[in-house]
């Protein structure tokens, strides 16, 4: 690599712009998080912020788009298979449904946000689905029931709509 491009390389990596000390989510101690601005390929310029309770390993993790155009209330169809590859962005203060499955991620102090593909918020409902059947919080019935749509859905054999409402405008999907 030449140092003309090296430079290159440098300009779009994440750039600090800024740290800050906030009572952990979860335990109240003080916890240092970061934030880095990101000027992703296809998505536009992302705020990114990360943290780690050092006393309890609680994560914080958020992002947001900076450019986001005012979008607040997005409804995006998945009809066919290559819609599964599309990008989510979810900030923290989004709401996040899937109205045909009945699943719903709500914004609160714990809310994470984060950027992957319609699959990739598939699989965490699925995680989140495991999790509630294990500990026993959702009954044998909906658990099989929930699962096979969702692994419809995962195949492509489903249509379903994804809406996102984002009071701050940071979330989007991304198509291209
Ligand atoms: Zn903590």
Same mark, same amino acid.
């Given at each position: ?25 979860? @335990? ?5 998080? &970061? ?17 780690? @309770?050092?006393?309890?390993?609680? %994560? ?6 900076? =450019?986001?155009?005012?979008? !607040? ?16 962005? *979810? ?24 950027? &992957? ?6 699989? !965490? ?7 509630? @059947? !294990? ?6 019935? &909906?658990?099989?029931?929930?699962? %096979? ?8 054999? *489903? ?6 409402? =984002? ?10």
């Amino acid at each position: 690599m030449n140092p003309e491009d090296e430079k290159k390389e440098s300009r779009v990596g994440p750039t600090l712009v800024g740290e800050e000390e906030i009572p952990c989510p979860a @335990c109240q101690a003080p916890m240092k998080i &970061t934030h880095h601005v990101y000027d992703m390929p296809h998505v536009g310029r992302v705020l990114l912020t990360s943290g780690r @309770c050092s006393r309890c390993g609680y %994560r914080v993790s958020d992002v947001m788009l900076l =450019d986001g155009k005012g979008k !607040r209330h997005v409804e995006f169809s998945v009809e066919k298979p290559e819609d599964l590859n599309k990008l989510v962005v *979810k900030a923290s203060s989004a709401t996040l449904r899937i109205p045909e499955l009945g699943l719903e991620m709500k914004p609160g102090p714990a809310a994470q946000g984060f950027i &992957t593909t319609v699959e990739g918020v598939l699989r !965490r409902f699925l995680d989140v689905l495991d999790f509630l @059947c !294990r500990s026993g919080e959702a009954d044998e019935d &909906t658990c099989r029931e929930k699962r %096979r749509e969702l692994e419809e859905a995962l195949e492509g054999r *489903k249509k379903f709509k994804l809406v996102i409402d =984002d009071p701050l405008g940071g979330s989007a999907v991304i198509e291209w």
